[in-house]
């Protein structure tokens, strides 16, 4: 399986500035056929489901505002929030849908207020 | 709207059994694959099994198999999760979710609220 590691593991960042995310996978996402990154965002917020973010590696889903971007290609991808807001307070993962069967998450990164 | 609506959960000694149910509406269930995803208490998210459009292909994490079943009715809209020989480690919020993508390699859209699972003695 292919394992995602995040980093960091938490994050505080105080209003309205950069928030950045890292995510490093053990073996590529890159499917060369297509030239598209499998890999996926999602935010958590306490008590509720995951939300997917950014699919494509920096695809954002419809209705996700525009201060989180994805970047990143191969093995190394970040999840960025431009400008953070009281309501991104979350837990954020990764996920690869390369390898399959057997996606995987990375571990988690949580992010709070400074 | 896409809504998947998760129930079954509960407490159960080890050894037991439990059938998770996750009803879905707002879309054609009969052509997305579907997973089940689960957190273990202050922990992160762990794929546990998928299936596809028709039933024809079914995939399990290395730890449940053998244990668990997916499975799902197209005509009720609905995924199953058939649990046997549960084990403390089973104890999680399990979440159904839709896979969208490219025939098996797919990211999650949409999920369910959760439904506990707690096994214990």
């Known amino acids: 399986d292919i394992v995602m590691t995040q980093s960091p593991d938490s994050l505080a960042v105080s209003l309205g500035e950069r928030a950045t995310i890292r995510c490093k996978s053990s073996?590529?996402?890159?499917?060369?056929?297509?030239?598209?990154?499998?890999l996926a965002w999602y935010q958590q917020k306490p008590g509720q489901p995951p939300k997917l973010l950014i699919y494509?590696?920096?695809t954002r889903e419809s209705g996700v505002p525009d201060r989180f971007s994805g970047s990143g290609s191969g093995t190394d991808f970040t999840l960025t929030i431009s400008s953070l807001q009281a309501e991104d307070v979350a837990v954020y993962y990764c996920q690869q849908y390369y390898s399959t069967p057997g996606w995987t998450f990375g571990q988690g990164t949580k992010v709070a207020i400074k | 709207e896409v809504q998947l609506v998760d129930s079954g959960g509960g407490l159960v000694q080890p050894g037991g059994s439990l059938r998770l149910s996750c009803a879905a509406s707002?879309?054609?269930?009969?052509?997305?694959?579907m997973s089940w995803v689960r957190q273990a208490p202050g922990k992160g998210l762990e794929w546990v099994a998928n299936i596809k459009q028709d039933g024809s292909e079914k995939y399990y994490v290395d730890s449940v198999k053998g244990r668990f079943t997916i499975s799902r009715d197209n005509a009720k809209d609905s995924l199953y999760l058939q649990m046997n020989s549960l084990r403390a480690d089973d104890t999680a919020v399990y979440y159904c979710?839709?896979?969208?993508?490219?025939?098996?390699?797919?990211?999650?859209?949409?999920w369910g609220q959760g439904t506990r699972v707690t096994v214990s003695s």
């Open positions: 707002g879309f054609t269930f009969s052509s997305y694959w």
């Open positions: 979710a839709r896979g969208i993508g490219v025939v098996t390699s797919y990211y999650f859209d949409h």
């Open positions: 073996q590529s996402v890159l499917y060369s056929s297509d030239s598209k990154n499998y």
């Open positions: 494509w590696a920096s």
